[in-house]
């Protein structure tokens, strides 16, 4: 099959997910008496746009463990992984970050809006996600705001973008590569999959296989995500590319090179499918993820 295929086939199969993330962020984003330059913002980080991932597999996870993922709570779970994503965004491309001028395809947000709105609206979507969830009285959400703040914390995405940005002391090479993805990127990857299980009621022995899958998952996502930093170009990928080397930073191409950091993705991708082993085949769409995930081209 070629590549272009695979990629319509990866959209094909978030599409359905997309769509119905789309509908309920349209419905839950901005609660009553928000200024309404604030709530046009939070609007513009959110809607309209991205691949919405982390919504899916929080679906994905949720159906693969005997769950639905037309329960009130999974959708509710859904929603707040995104909102938690695109506030991460929004702060990421800040010039005190990464500095970023261009997110899917758009202006960024301090860009369209000032870096003042910028960060407030993206505090706004973070308190808006825990909001989101909170306002169910399912007794499991005490459990899904305590994976959520992990994922997103200071031990977790945030822990990432202070080692990303070299604010902390780093182990040399892969090592230290290892430690910022498997917090800036795959902590929210893997706390997705595991609100969704959650959401399904899976005991620990589940949430453990969906845990090493969510990991892989996450590292495979965020080593193709520089592979495109390095080959792709803005018009396909969507946002400003080969500003990894720019900045010298830590990267697998410039520590084993291009096709070294492509056998390690097949390696990472391998691995989650492999973890899914004994959910059988109610985690099937999991693993076609994953699979599509690898050869994406954006």
């Not at 453990?208 to 969510?214: D, P």
């Given at each position: 099959?070629?590549?272009?295929?695979?990629?319509?086939?990866?959209?094909?199969?978030?599409?359905?997910?997309?769509?119905?993330?789309?509908?309920?962020?349209?419905?839950?984003?901005?609660?009553?008496?928000?200024?309404?330059?604030?709530?046009?913002?939070?609007?513009?980080?959110?809607?309209?746009?991205?691949?919405?991932?982390?919504?899916?597999?929080?679906?994905?996870?949720?159906?693969?463990?005997?769950?639905?993922?037309?329960?009130?709570?999974?959708?509710?779970?859904?929603?707040?992984?995104?909102?938690?994503?695109?506030?991460?965004l929004v702060h990421d491309d800040l010039p005190a970050m990464d500095d970023d001028v261009l997110r899917r395809g758009r202006p960024t947000a301090h860009v369209r809006f000032g870096q003042a709105m910028a960060v407030l609206a993206g505090d706004?979507?973070?308190?808006?996600?825990?909001?989101?969830?909170?306002?169910?009285?399912?007794?499991?959400?005490?459990?899904?705001?305590?994976?959520?703040?992990?994922?997103?914390?200071?031990?977790?995405?945030?822990?990432?973008?202070?080692?990303?940005?070299?604010?902390?002391?780093?182990?040399?090479?892969?090592?230290?590569?290892?430690?910022?993805h498997s917090r800036k990127t795959a902590a929210l990857i893997r706390g997705a999959v595991r609100m969704g299980a959650l959401c399904g009621r899976a005991g620990p022995d589940v949430l453990k296989t969906i845990s090493e899958y969510g990991q892989?998952?996450?590292?495979?996502?965020?080593?193709?995500?520089?592979?495109?930093?390095?080959?792709?170009?803005?018009?396909?990928?969507?946002?400003?590319?080969?500003?990894?080397?720019?900045?010298?930073?830590?990267?697998?191409?410039?520590?084993?090179?291009?096709?070294?950091?492509?056998?390690?993705?097949?390696?990472?991708?391998?691995?989650?499918?492999?973890?899914?082993?004994?959910?059988?085949?109610?985690?099937?769409?999991?693993?076609?993820?994953?699979?599509?995930?690898?050869?994406?081209?954006?």
């Amino acid at each position: 099959m070629a590549k272009h295929e695979r990629t319509d086939a990866l959209g094909e199969l978030l599409a359905p997910y997309a769509k119905a993330v789309e509908a309920d962020l349209a419905a839950w984003l901005v609660e009553p008496d928000v200024p309404a330059t604030l709530a046009e913002a939070m609007r513009y980080c959110v809607l309209d746009g991205g691949k919405r991932l982390r919504p899916a597999l929080v679906c994905m996870a949720a159906k693969a463990v005997g769950g639905r993922a037309e329960d009130e709570l999974v959708r509710r779970a859904a929603v707040a992984v995104e909102l938690v994503h695109a506030y991460s965004l929004v702060h990421d491309d800040l010039p005190a970050m990464d500095d970023d001028v261009l997110r899917r395809g758009r202006p960024t947000a301090h860009v369209r809006f000032g870096q003042a709105m910028a960060v407030l609206a993206g505090d706004a979507l973070l308190t808006r996600a825990f909001g989101v969830l909170a306002e169910s009285d399912d007794a499991r959400v005490a459990a899904l705001a305590r994976e959520l703040g992990g994922a997103c914390g200071a031990a977790g995405m945030i822990a990432g973008q202070v080692a990303d940005m070299d604010l902390c002391p780093l182990p040399d090479g892969l090592d230290g590569l290892r430690y910022i993805h498997s917090r800036k990127t795959a902590a929210l990857i893997r706390g997705a999959v595991r609100m969704g299980a959650l959401c399904g009621r899976a005991g620990p022995d589940v949430l453990k296989t969906i845990s090493e899958y969510g990991q892989s998952l996450g590292l495979a996502f965020q080593l193709i995500d520089d592979l495109l930093d390095a080959t792709g170009t803005a018009a396909r990928v969507g946002k400003t590319t080969g500003k990894d080397a720019g900045r010298g930073k830590r990267t697998h191409g410039a520590l084993v090179g291009l096709d070294g950091a492509r056998r390690l993705g097949s390696e990472l991708t391998a691995s989650a499918v492999a973890a899914l082993d004994r959910l059988g085949s109610a985690a099937e769409d999991l693993r076609v993820l994953a699979r599509l995930l690898a050869e994406r081209t954006r």
